[in-house]
C-alpha cells in the first residue's frame, strides 16, 4: 500500500528576492508534487529563531535566523508519495556546491547559507513544521 505523505517546503529569502518562487513550484509540479497548501509571508526573528530552534546551538544559528526574517518566504504544503524524502532529493545537498544537477539547491543556491529552498527532514519533523506555519 503507498500513501500519499505530507511535507513542508520554503522558498527561502535569495529565491523570492530574485523572484524564482513561480519556477521552483513549477519545478515541484514537474516532480509530480501537489502543492496543498502555500503562502507568501515574512516572519520575524523570533518566529525563525523557534522554527530553527533543532540549531540553536550551532555557530550559524543567528545568521540563520536573521536571514530567513529578513524578507518574504513561500511556505508550501507538499504532497507526494513518500514527500520528505522526494523533496529532499529533489532540493540536493544543503551546500549547493555538494548539490548534485538537476537539483532545486545546484541550480539556484548562491551559498550553503543562502540555499534558496528549505524542506522537512522527517515525517515528524514535517509535522511539526506543518503546524507551526498552518495550525490554523
Ligand atoms: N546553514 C548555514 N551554515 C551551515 C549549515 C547550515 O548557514 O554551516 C543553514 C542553511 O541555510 C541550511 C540551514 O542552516 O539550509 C539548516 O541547516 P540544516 O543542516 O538543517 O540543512 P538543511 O536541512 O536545510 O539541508
Ligand atoms: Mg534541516
Not at 79 to 106: C, F, Q, S, W, Y
Amino acid at each position: 500500500m503507498s500513501s500519499t505523505e505530507q511535507t513542508l517546503s520554503i522558498i527561502k529569502p535569495d529565491a523570492v528576492e530574485r523572484n524564482l518562487d513561480r519556477e521552483i513550484k513549477e519545478i515541484f509540479n514537474t516532480n509530480g508534487f501537489k502543492i496543498f497548501k502555500e503562502k507568501k509571508i515574512q516572519i520575524t526573528k523570533a518566529e525563525a529563531e523557534q522554527f530553527y530552534k533543532v540549531h540553536e546551538t550551532k555557530p550559524f544559528y543567528n545568521d540563520l535566523c536573521d536571514y530567513l526574517s529578513s524578507g518574504p518566504i513561500v511556505v508550501m504544503i507538499l504532497e507526494k508519495e513518500n514527500a520528505v524524502l522526494a523533496n529532499r532529493e529533489l532540493m540536493g545537498a544543503t551546500n549547493p556546491k555538494d548539490a548534485k544537477e538537476g537539483t532545486i539547491r545546484k541550480k539556484f543556491g548562491i551559498s550553503i547559507d543562502k540555499n534558496s529552498v528549505h524542506g522537512s527532514d522527517s515525517v515528524e519533523n514535517a509535522k511539526i513544521e506543518i503546524n507551526f506555519f498552518f495550525k490554523d
